[in-house]
């Protein structure tokens, strides 16, 4: 199956009442793990990558491998640049095929966030993808970058944010956190204040660390999509290092490599069977 338009997926979301799981990918195992997992479930989400991850590879690279990693994929899969920090990452991975597309601008004061995002919107927005933006600061360890920042959302800044950007999904900071390292505490009197005003479908990040229950009592504030990286790479990671504690002179990269396939794969329908459970 092809890659699915982030509209289009939204719009499967909608029918089916789904949060769309967002599985953070870094190389080909994860991908695959990944692509299994979503197959295995029959239901779909995004494959996503930040820009910190593409100067590992290349934006086609990326593009490349998720296509053929999805060749006997049939539910629908969106590619989806995550945490996008600069107009070169954006307009290079329209190119290569992206079908979704962040654009990360909350470190920047209000003003300058409105116009970064805008600028992307525009771009996106004539070759029919949309733009996730973010306002309000996530804390945390997201890939290679650490923050200490963790500024809220202001509801009273989202509709003219919304409004003005005309971004297609927002990612809020209601006490989420990247990584596994901060506990999170969600605030949801301030997230059901802000599905009040957002005119479009909210985004939470550093889904690893976030009760399944709570994604569940989020997903009724017009929770659209959730993130999930950090679960994954320890399940890939662990492969390796237990292999590393069993035999340190383990050399056997095939088998450990399907083994870690097999370990994200697993990860991810749980996941996905937990986020949507009724």
């Known amino acids: 199956m092809q890659l699915v338009n982030?509209?289009?997926?939204?719009?499967?979301?909608?029918?089916?009442?789904?949060v769309l799981p967002a599985f953070n990918t870094t190389n080909y195992e994860l991908t695959a793990g990944i692509i299994r997992g979503f197959q295995a479930t029959g239901l779909g989400g995004y494959?996503?990558?930040s820009s910190s991850n593409l100067r590992l590879s290349s934006p086609k690279l990326i593009a490349d491998m998720v296509k053929t990693a999805m060749k006997e994929n049939t539910v629908p899969i969106s590619l989806h640049l995550d945490h996008g920090k600069s107009f070169a990452d954006v307009k290079a991975c329209i190119e290569a095929g992206f079908t979704s597309i962040m654009v990360d601008a909350s470190h920047l004061p209000f003003e300058e966030n409105i116009a970064e995002v805008r600028r992307t919107v525009e771009y996106c927005h004539f070759?029919?993808?949309?733009?996730?933006?973010?306002l309000g600061a996530i804390g945390g360890k997201e890939d290679d970058h650490s923050?200490?920042?963790?500024?809220?959302?202001?509801?009273?800044?989202?509709?003219e944010f919304v409004e003005r950007t005309n971004c297609d999904l927002l990612a809020v900071s209601i006490g989420n956190v990247h990584g596994m390292d901060l506990?999170?505490?969600?605030?949801?009197?301030?997230l059901e204040e802000i599905a009040g005003i957002s005119t479009v479908p909210l985004v939470l990040h550093g889904?690893?660390?976030?009760?399944?229950?709570?994604?569940?009592?989020a997903k009724k504030q017009n929770l659209i999509k959730?993130?999930?990286?950090?679960?994954?790479?320890?399940?890939?990671i662990r492969t390796?290092?237990?292999a590393y504690e069993s035999n340190p002179n383990e050399f056997d990269i095939m088998s450990l490599s399907k083994a870690a396939i097999e370990n994200v794969e697993e990860r991810v329908k749980a996941i996905i069977a937990e986020v949507n459970e009724h």
């Open 6 to 18: 982030g509209y289009k997926l939204m719009d499967y979301a909608k029918e089916k009442s789904l």
């Open 47 to 49: 494959i996503a990558i």
């Open 127 to 134: 070759y029919g993808i949309p733009v996730e933006a973010e």
């Open 147 to 159: 923050s200490e920042e963790d500024a809220k959302t202001k509801a009273d800044d989202v509709e």
């Open 183 to 190: 506990r999170p505490a969600l605030d949801f009197p301030l």
């Open 207 to 217: 889904g690893s660390g976030i009760p399944f229950d709570q994604v569940r009592r």
């Open 226 to 236: 959730v993130n999930y990286g950090s679960d994954l790479r320890q399940a890939f």
């Open 240 to 242: 390796f290092g237990q």
